[in-house]
């Protein structure tokens, strides 16, 4: 019965069927339009169809249809059915239209990164096994769940087969439940595998009107950096920065190991789980491979966006991670565990190269670990991390955009007369710049086609909409609304933005860019900086917040962020600096200090520098006309500025001029030169190492007054 009603509707399509002429002659057909399908699988190249031998051909040329067909020498008419679909449940039948495929980031003109012997499918698959499965394993116990792949809605008859797996970590206490259960195991599934998953068994996850996956990350809507801690062992208490003003807390390794045990005997617990094997680093030399366990679709399409996407081939052998994160972001840590102070906790252990998430589902987490291990490792490659933007024009010149929030660096980093390197992370190694990533990870709020229609246009399937509001019926999205958060983003693979540089590498940067909103408007539109300027200027990390109106205070408030990305790095910034200003100098890069906040007085009463003006300094810098400039320094800051850059009105590239009252200036270039002084303390007696003080010529390159 089942075949009969899988051949009444094959022949029962939307399109007129077409019956074959049964004397053996041409098949006929109204129109070729690439998805008519014909029974011996093949159309014309030119995609013409010849009509019949005497057929009558219409006045537009096209066969017309027989309506009664001739028969062949034996007498038997057939029509044009293909054979029957050898399908006995409607399961079997979904089978036979998939094809094996693994989502991969586009590389063009490059070989994966791993050679090997072939292997077959069935050693690939028990290889990933088994790496999934000791990755799982908890350290005190039986080794944990019998792993498999595939979903358990759809798999639960294949169990027994990989019953016979185990690990090779001998057991100290005895065998436990969780040693007896199967573990399902979704391994890099696809956007659209991860959309199945998210919407049937997540609750506030949605598809919105561009197509984009619409989710919620629970009560955490941004990181927890209080929370954030560092294992500190006789390795990392050397080389980490720790002390004041550090983002690195420390732990020790026992708590370290509470946590762990409990985040994988939660991801044990559950029916199934989400692995991504990926990548970071565009650079193939230095690439990185990354394992991200997690209890959600949601967490799992994200990190497919975020980190860089293996072929099928670099899959086979990808083996074990050189990282690995092991995401239980709904279970909370044990808050009497030490050094826990709240049911959030986010540890790393760089000796074990591990990573655990307890109490907060915001994916975020996850992509700044990454970056924090990477602030690690690659220094100690002679690699310099950079929380940095980054572009390059049409004849190969680099530029790095370094900037906190709301200093326009991804504004001015996506220009559309460059090719997009990254806008958030990269490495800078001896063959030039590299995106950590695979994807972008862009602010939503107040987003608008106008403003922003590259971020516009790239939200659409595959992307990852975190907390935004939307219409329940035509599920299109308001940005504008801040009702669970104003932190909503947006997560997509890097080639949804038209002019990326696939693969997303290039030279050595040509111009190194930091940029501030001086709310004080004091600092000039556009600087250039020495080495020693830039060294220190980097190490501060400046800008300034437009203060609230809540607490009544309305002068501006300074921000200062070593290396523009405190938060994340693992050494001192000095070490950064020492190695931007090294790199700067062994391959000509000219360091800008541009400011893309006010002029001619402070917030409230002078104006903010119009992006147009702002456009053109970078373009100037771009082209190679501003390093030719004439130039002169101002006072306290000793800023070299020039005279004129072509499109900016020149009174306003020497604040002074732009401020009528000239007292006042002077008084708020003072206080902004002693807010530098007091930030740069923390770091001026610093020893790096077990000596090499900062040296004077940094400190010198500050306000002196």
């Given at each position: 019965?089942?075949?009969?009603?899988?051949?009444?509707?094959?022949?029962?399509?939307?399109?007129?069927?077409?019956?074959?002429?049964?004397?053996?002659?041409?098949?006929?057909?109204?129109?070729?339009?690439?998805?008519?399908?014909?029974?011996?699988?093949?159309?014309?190249?030119?995609?013409?169809?010849?009509?019949?031998?005497?057929?009558?051909?219409?006045?537009?040329?096209?066969?017309?249809?027989?309506?009664?067909?001739?028969?062949?020498?034996?007498?038997?008419?057939?029509?044009?059915?293909?054979?029957?679909?050898?399908?006995?449940?409607?399961?079997?039948?979904?089978?036979?239209?998939?094809?094996?495929?693994?989502?991969?980031?586009?590389?063009?003109?490059?070989?994966?990164?791993?050679?090997?012997?072939?292997?077959?499918?069935?050693?690939?698959?028990?290889?990933?096994?088994?790496?999934?499965?000791?990755?799982?394993?908890?350290?005190?116990?039986?080794?944990?769940?019998?792993?498999?792949?595939?979903?358990?809605?759809?798999?639960?008859?294949?169990?027994?087969?990989?019953?016979?797996?185990?690990?090779?970590?001998?057991?100290?206490?005895?065998?436990?439940?969780?040693?007896?259960?199967?573990?399902?195991?979704?391994?890099?599934?696809?956007?659209?595998?991860?959309?199945?998953?998210?919407?049937?068994?997540e609750h506030g996850s949605f598809i919105t009107s561009s197509g984009a996956l619409a989710t919620l990350s629970g009560a955490?809507?941004?990181?927890?950096?209080?929370?954030?801690?560092?294992?500190?062992?006789?390795?990392?208490?050397?080389?980490?920065?720790?002390?004041?003003?550090?983002?690195?807390?420390?732990?020790?390794?026992?708590?370290?190991?509470?946590?762990?045990?409990?985040?994988?005997?939660?991801?044990?617990?559950?029916?199934?789980?989400?692995?991504?094997?990926?990548?970071?680093?565009?650079?193939?030399?230095?690439?990185?491979?990354?394992?991200?366990?997690?209890?959600?679709?949601?967490?799992?399409?994200?990190?497919?966006?975020?980190?860089?996407?293996?072929?099928?081939?670099?899959?086979?052998?990808?083996?074990?991670?050189?990282?690995?994160?092991?995401?239980?972001?709904?279970?909370?840590?044990?808050?009497?565990?030490?050094?826990?102070?709240?049911?959030?906790?986010?540890?790393?252990?760089?000796?074990?190269?591990?990573?655990?998430?307890?109490?907060?589902?915001?994916?975020?987490?996850?992509?700044?670990?990454?970056?924090?291990?990477?602030?690690?490792?690659?220094?100690?490659?002679?690699?310099?991390?950079?929380?940095?933007?980054?572009?390059?024009?049409?004849?190969?010149?680099?530029?790095?955009?370094?900037?906190?929030?709301?200093?326009?660096?991804?504004?001015?980093?996506?220009?559309?007369?460059?090719?997009?390197?990254?806008?958030?992370?990269?490495?800078?190694?001896?063959?030039?710049?590299?995106?950590?990533?695979?994807?972008?990870?862009?602010?939503?709020?107040?987003?608008?086609?106008?403003?922003?229609?590259?971020?516009?246009?790239?939200?659409?399937?595959?992307?990852?909409?975190?907390?935004?509001?939307?219409?329940?019926?035509?599920?299109?999205?308001?940005?504008?609304?801040?009702?669970?958060?104003?932190?909503?983003?947006?997560?997509?693979?890097?080639?949804?933005?038209?002019?990326?540089?696939?693969?997303?590498?290039?030279?050595?940067?040509?111009?190194?860019?930091?940029?501030?909103?001086?709310?004080?408007?004091?600092?000039?539109?556009?600087?250039?900086?020495?080495?020693?300027?830039?060294?220190?200027?980097?190490?501060?990390?400046?800008?300034?917040?437009?203060?609230?109106?809540?607490?009544?205070?309305?002068?501006?408030?300074?921000?200062?962020?070593?290396?523009?990305?405190?938060?994340?790095?693992?050494?001192?910034?000095?070490?950064?600096?020492?190695?931007?200003?090294?790199?700067?100098?062994?391959?000509?890069?000219?360091?800008?200090?541009?400011?893309?906040?006010?002029?001619?007085?402070?917030?409230?009463?002078?104006?903010?520098?119009?992006?147009?003006?702002?456009?053109?300094?970078?373009?100037?810098?771009?082209?190679?006309?501003?390093p030719k400039a004439t130039y002169h320094k101002t006072q306290i800051f000793g800023l070299e500025i020039p005279t004129a850059?072509?499109?900016?009105?020149?009174?306003?590239?020497?604040?002074?001029?732009?401020?009528?009252?000239?007292?006042?200036?002077?008084?708020?270039?003072?206080?902004?030169?002693?807010?530098?002084?007091?930030?740069?303390?923390?770091?001026?007696?610093?020893?790096?190492?077990?000596?090499?003080?900062?040296?004077?010529?940094?400190?010198?390159?500050?306000?002196?007054?």
């Amino acid at each position: 019965m089942l075949l009969l009603l899988l051949q009444q509707r094959k022949g029962s399509g939307s399109r007129t069927a077409v019956p074959r002429e049964c004397s053996g002659g041409q098949d006929m057909a109204a129109e070729n339009n690439g998805e008519f399908s014909f029974p011996n699988g093949r159309a014309e190249a030119n995609g013409s169809v010849m009509p019949p031998a005497g057929g009558v051909v219409t006045r537009k040329g096209l066969p017309r249809i027989q309506t009664h067909p001739t028969k062949n020498q034996n007498g038997i008419c057939h029509d044009d059915s293909a054979p029957p679909v050898k399908a006995q449940t409607i399961e079997e039948l979904h089978s036979l239209q998939k094809k094996k495929s693994t989502p991969t980031t586009p590389i063009t003109g490059a070989q994966g990164a791993f050679a090997g012997p072939p292997l077959t499918e069935e050693e690939r698959r028990m290889q990933q096994l088994q790496s999934i499965s000791a990755s799982l394993a908890s350290l005190t116990r039986e080794t944990g769940p019998k792993v498999l792949k595939g979903d358990p809605a759809r798999k639960t008859a294949e169990a027994p087969k990989v019953a016979h797996h185990h690990h090779h970590f001998t057991p100290t206490v005895s065998v436990s439940d969780s040693a007896l259960k199967f573990t399902h195991v979704l391994y890099n599934l696809s956007p659209a595998e991860l959309y199945e998953q998210a919407i049937k068994y997540e609750h506030g996850s949605f598809i919105t009107s561009s197509g984009a996956l619409a989710t919620l990350s629970g009560a955490k809507t941004g990181r927890s950096p209080r929370d954030k801690r560092v294992v500190r062992d006789e390795t990392t208490d050397d080389e980490l920065w720790w002390g004041k003003g550090s983002p690195n807390i420390e732990m020790d390794e026992h708590t370290f190991l509470v946590n762990r045990e409990r985040a994988v005997d939660y991801l044990n617990s559950l029916e199934k789980v989400f692995v991504n094997d990926q990548f970071l680093n565009w650079d193939p030399d230095h690439r990185i491979k990354v394992r991200i366990v997690s209890a959600r679709a949601y967490h799992s399409l994200f990190m497919h966006n975020m980190c860089i996407r293996p072929t099928p081939e670099e899959l086979e052998d990808f083996g074990t991670p050189d990282f690995t994160i092991y995401n239980a972001g709904q279970f909370p840590c044990n808050r009497y565990t030490h050094y826990m102070t709240s049911s959030t906790s986010i540890d790393i252990n760089l000796a074990r190269r591990e990573m655990v998430i307890l109490g907060t589902q915001y994916a975020g987490e996850m992509k700044k670990g990454l970056f924090s291990v990477m602030h690690y490792l690659m220094p100690k490659r002679q690699i310099l991390s950079l929380h940095s933007g980054c572009n390059m024009g049409k004849d190969g010149d680099v530029a790095l955009f370094f900037g906190l929030s709301g200093t326009g660096k991804t504004t001015l980093s996506t220009d559309h007369n460059r090719l997009l390197v990254g806008d958030d992370e990269h490495c800078w190694s001896d063959n030039g710049v590299s995106n950590i990533e695979g994807g972008c990870y862009a602010k939503c709020v107040d987003l608008s086609r106008e403003k922003e229609p590259d971020i516009w246009n790239a939200i659409k399937f595959g992307t990852v909409l975190e907390n935004v509001v939307f219409d329940g019926h035509t599920r299109q999205v308001d940005y504008s609304d801040k009702s669970v958060t104003e932190n909503t983003r947006a997560s997509y693979p890097i080639e949804y933005i038209p002019n990326a540089k696939i693969p997303c590498v290039g030279p050595h940067p040509k111009n190194v860019i930091l940029l501030a909103c001086d709310a004080f408007g004091v600092l000039p539109p556009v600087s250039k900086l020495n080495l020693a300027q830039t060294m220190y200027h980097f190490i501060s990390g400046y800008t300034a917040l437009v203060a609230g109106t809540e607490d009544g205070i309305k002068e501006p408030q300074a921000t200062f962020s070593a290396c523009f990305g405190a938060a994340f790095i693992m050494l001192h910034p000095t070490k950064y600096a020492a190695m931007l200003a090294e790199k700067m100098q062994k391959h000509g890069a000219t360091g800008w200090l541009v400011n893309t906040g006010w002029s001619g007085g402070r917030y409230g009463a002078g104006n903010r520098i119009k992006l147009a003006y702002t456009r053109k300094i970078i373009d100037a810098i771009h082209s190679g006309s501003l390093p030719k400039a004439t130039y002169h320094k101002t006072q306290i800051f000793g800023l070299e500025i020039p005279t004129a850059v072509e499109g900016v009105p020149s009174e306003i590239l020497n604040p002074v001029n732009a401020w009528e009252d000239k007292n006042a200036y002077r008084e708020t270039l003072l206080k902004l030169a002693g807010l530098f002084k007091k930030n740069f303390e923390v770091f001026a007696n610093h020893k790096i190492g077990k000596g090499n003080k900062l040296t004077e010529e940094i400190l010198a390159a500050g306000p002196i007054f």
